[in-house]
T-cell receptor, first 113, second 113 residues
């Protein structure tokens, strides 16, 4: 069964550093998303991406965040200058179309120290 | 504001017993509804989804869910749980099939022998 692949599975970074979280969505999917889950809290929407542009973003997704689909296969989330409160599990998801369910990756646990 | 509520933070069930996990939603119109399961250290796996039609939805791993418009609920059920069902269960909703998901806070399921 096709999977959404996320790398790395765990990343530790120093506060103020830039991080790039990588995702390879399922090849025939058209919609792409990032969510995050702070430890002990609910899964929160960050951003959705369709047709090579952001279709919606949450209040969390401020100027420190950006997304790219640089080569038609990868989908990246960049945090420009990490803060302690960015520590969370970040999930990538992709969707073939509106009548299908989302497929989530296994997540990247980001720890900011 | 749109929201999804899972009233039970933690449920403990004996192996072989039946299970019901509660989910209520608050949306202007009937949303698209989903149940996801998350095993420790794993991503979110789609159990089942409801878009329209038959209000009793069958999913993977022997799970089913029933949509009740009058109660704004989408409860997850399983007739007989297995030890491998121990995990965190998330109910989620969206306005349309490709819009952002709003998640509940999750219900942690513990199975005792």
């Amino acid at each position: 069964e096709p999977e959404v692949t996320q790398t790395p599975s765990h990343q530790v970074t120093q506060m103020g550093q830039e991080v790039i979280l990588r995702c390879v969505p399922i090849s025939n999917h058209l919609y792409f998303y990032w969510y995050r889950q702070i430890l002990g809290q609910k899964v929160e929407f960050l951003v959705s991406f369709y047709n090579n542009e952001i279709s919606e973003k949450s209040e969390i997704f401020d100027d420190q965040f950006s997304v790219e689909r640089p080569d038609g296969s990868n989908f990246t989330l960049k945090i420009r200058s990490t803060k302690l409160e960015d520590s969370a599990m970040y999930f990538c998801a992709s969707l073939r179309g509106p009548n299908y369910g989302y497929t989530f990756g296994s997540g990247t646990r980001l720890t900011v120290v | 504001a749109q929201s999804v509520t899972q009233p039970d933070i933690h449920i403990t069930v004996s192996e072989g017993a039946s299970l019901e996990l509660r989910c209520n939603y608050s949306y202007g119109a009937t949303p698209y509804l989903f149940w996801y399961v998350q095993s420790p250290g794993q991503g979110l796996q789609l159990l089942l989804k409801y878009f329209s039609g038959d209000t009793l939805v069958q999913g993977i791993k022997g799970f089913e869910a029933e949509f009740k418009r009058s109660q704004s609920s989408f409860n997850l059920r399983k007739p007989s749980v297995h030890w491998s069902d121990a995990a965190e269960y998330f109910c989620a909703a969206s306005n349309f099939g490709n819009e952002k998901l709003t998640f509940g806070t999750g219900t942690r399921l513990t199975i005792i022998p």
